[in-house]
């Protein structure tokens, strides 16, 4: 892996203090990092709102940092963060990690956030270089939060958060973080009830059905688009994380008029709360 240039940096820029000139900064990157091909202008403003939660009233809680190289923004990551005290959404996921989780409930006493990933999106010129994993860890180590939930089509944006320390990471029913071959965890090969139950929930919010016979769920794909990803240059903890979901979504794409893609839960959860 190649190393980003040294004058990257990466600045916290929360959704509710955007400016219209900083969002319009954006509108290259969400084209270009999500390979989207929307010519009409409206589609484009859309596209640049949705990423920063402005399409939903999401906004006042959404955490942003982005990447910049001078005035360029390369990279942006953002994170809906849910509070048990002051958000409706986190108030429930918190009610319900009590009701079904009472353990880890009062191992997380004084710290109840769940950062839910909003978007995380890196310029094509500058994938490879290690600005994702960057990102991740930069939202992890200033959010300081003990549960951080997402979905995900794409094994870099899998590789990208597995570089998270201190953290196990589940992509679907399967861990894909890199643990040390012959240690505890890993000799065991069993999936900790917690993350299930964690998977059911945060489904739930979504309104979403999991399908047990990938792990995952599935989304439009006017949202994203249904490609299959090659997953041979990755661990091979994240080849077999991705290979049912591989074989759904070629199933999906055989049928006449598929308007679904598949995607997978990916939830970090702090290695003490686990131990």
């Avoid at 190649?2 to 969400?30: F, G, N, Y």
């Avoid at 959404?62 to 990551?77: E, K, T, Y």
């Avoid at 505890?184 to 059911?200: D, F, K, Q, W, Y």
């Avoid at 199933?251 to 598929?258: A, F, I, Y």
Wanted: hydrophobic share 35%.
């Amino acid at each position: 892996m190649s190393e980003l240039p040294r004058d990257t940096a990466i600045v916290h820029k929360p959704s509710a203090t955007l400016t219209v000139d900083e969002l319009l900064a954006t509108e290259s990157l969400i084209d270009r990092g999500y390979g989207y091909n929307v010519d009409d202008l409206d589609g484009r403003i859309d596209n640049v709102l949705t990423e920063y939660g402005f399409d939903d009233q999401t906004w006042p809680n959404v955490q942003n940092w982005f990447a910049l190289q001078g005035d360029r923004v390369i990279g942006s990551i953002g994170a809906n963060v849910l509070d048990e005290d002051t958000t409706d959404q986190g108030r429930h996921f918190w009610n319900e990690i009590r009701n079904r989780l009472p353990l880890l409930h009062r191992q997380t006493a004084g710290n109840r956030r769940l950062a839910k990933i909003w978007g995380a999106v890196v310029d094509p010129g500058y994938q490879g270089l290690g600005l994702g994993g960057e990102l991740y860890q930069t939202l992890a180590r200033e959010l300081n939060v003990p549960l951080i939930d997402g979905q995900t089509r794409t094994p870099s944006s899998v590789a990208s958060r597995c570089r998270i320390p201190g953290y196990r990471h589940f992509l679907g029913h399967r861990e894909v973080t890199n643990i040390p071959v012959g240690s505890r965890v890993h000799a065991s090969g069993v999936l900790p009830p917690e993350v299930a139950t964690i998977i059911e929930i945060t489904a739930r919010m979504r309104h979403a059905l999991v399908y047990q016979s990938f792990g995952g769920w599935t989304v439009g794909t006017d949202l994203l688009t249904p490609d299959i990803h090659d997953t041979r240059t990755f661990s091979p903890r994240i080849q077999n994380a991705f290979r049912k979901m591989q074989v759904y979504q070629s199933v999906l794409n055989r049928l006449p008029g598929n308007d679904q893609t598949a995607v997978l839960p990916l939830i970090s959860i702090r290695e003490e709360i686990l131990s």
